[in-house]
């Protein structure tokens, strides 16, 4: 398949974007109607074998599709016999691990191309669709401020919220307060404000799931790829804010357990490898291969702030523990990369450009690869 052809015509329109993990710890993937451009000024074979690339960097791992409706229209629409293929090509290693697939702002159009594609859809891909009628709705499924959001589609989400509002505001009885947070939290806090409140260089959620991981997860085969139910992640966070002690006991705990890693990673207020690192990143991608260990090394002990890089070389050793299973657990250095990458550093709008996402993971792989020369 074409991974080395040339997507720039198509990766300028900005129609796929990542958006980090969705509320069940899957990677999202984001198609933006709006975004296609007239059927003129695009080849739709290229675009599908682009969807593929994409597809293939993330179909090992659960993952979930937010497709934007708003802004399909007669000029740039792609033909329905395009859209059969393009499901038909999408063959089982795709369907399997695709989670959800959310369609925003369906229209009638929605109907009739899924009456045509209802013969070829199986019962069991058509349960993963979610219609979503209004943006707050996503918002129980994923984080909207990680989305890359059209301006066209905000706007039309206005415009039917604004078509709906009640006539009479309903009577406020009181006003919330920020309600202050427990001196024990761990989800959405600063490494620093752990540190304080704890004495603990690790913070506790991170020892608890590392340690549990190290001796029940390493050889469980797609350990990090797995989603785990979200109602049993947000209770065992409830119970790490609270401050108490946590016991995994259950073997499928230990996707429990990776995915409130990943989640820890994900609430912090700002990344762990910080949004001042995100240009060193990207520089340091575009330079030769010989030089990128020394300036990750140099860029990390320099700018890295000494919380951050005491989490993150914790991490990463245990990292090279799973990296060194991988022969029964299926997570080489680049699965890792994959997964933890857009954990480790966003930009300051959360939202991940595709291009971006090749640098991300690069950096990551190449930590994972060298923790020996990096923290030694």
């Known amino acids: 398949m074409g991974d ?50 994409t597809l293939d960097q993330y179909v090992e791992n659960d993952y979930s599709v937010v497709y934007f409706h708003h802004g399909l229209n007669s000029k740039n629409k792609p033909s329905i016999s395009w859209l059969v293929q393009v499901y038909q090509a ?22 009739v191309i899924w009456n045509v594609l209802k013969q070829f859809i199986s019962t069991k891909f058509a349960k993963k669709v979610v219609y979503v009628n209004r943006l707050s709705e996503l918002e129980e499924h994923l984080h909207l401020a990680q989305l890359d959001i059209p301006e066209l589609v905000k706007n039309h989400d206005e415009e039917i919220s604004a078509r709906y509002k009640p006539k009479y505001s309903p009577a406020v009885f009181h006003t919330a307060l920020d309600v202050p947070l427990p001196e024990t939290q761990q989800f959405g806090v600063t490494l620093d404000r752990i540190k304080l409140k704890t004495g603990e260089d690790i913070p506790p959620v991170v020892q608890c799931t590392v340690e549990f991981l190290r001796e029940s997860g390493l050889e469980v085969e797609g350990l990090f790829r797995r989603s785990a139910n979200v109602t049993v992640v947000n209770g065992y966070a409830a119970i790490f804010n609270r401050g ?54 140099r860029v990390l002990k320099s700018a890295l702030p000494r919380q951050n890089y005491i989490v993150l070389k914790y991490l990463m050793e245990f990292l090279v523990q799973v990296m060194n299973n991988a022969h029964l657990n299926k997570m080489n250095a680049t699965n890792l990369a994959i997964v933890f990458g857009p954990n480790l550093i966003w930009t300051e709008s959360a939202v991940a450009s595709l291009s971006a996402m090749g640098p991300i993971n690069s950096i990551a792989k190449i930590i994972i690869e060298n923790v020996p020369s990096i923290f030694g």
Not at 32 to 45: F, M, W, Y
Not at 90 to 111: C, E, M, Q, S
């Open 90 to 111: 999408l063959d089982r290693k795709y369907k399997k691990n695709l989670k959800a697939l959310f369609i925003v702002h369906p229209t009638g159009f929605i109907k």
């Open 244 to 297: 108490e002690t946590v016991q995994f006991v259950w073997e499928e705990d230990t996707h429990v357990a990776a995915v409130l890693l990943k989640k820890f990673l994900r609430e912090l207020p700002e990344p762990l490898l910080t949004f001042q690192l995100y240009d060193d990143i990207m520089r340091i991608h575009a330079l030769p291969d010989e030089e990128k260990v020394d300036e990750v090394v």
């Open 4 to 53: 080395c052809e040339d997507y720039a015509d198509i990766d300028c329109h900005h129609i796929l974007s990542i958006a980090g993990d969705d509320k069940n710890a899957r990677k999202a993937i984001v198609f933006s109607a709006c975004r296609l451009p007239p059927k003129t000024e695009i080849d739709h074979q290229k675009l599908f074998r682009y969807m593929q690339y």
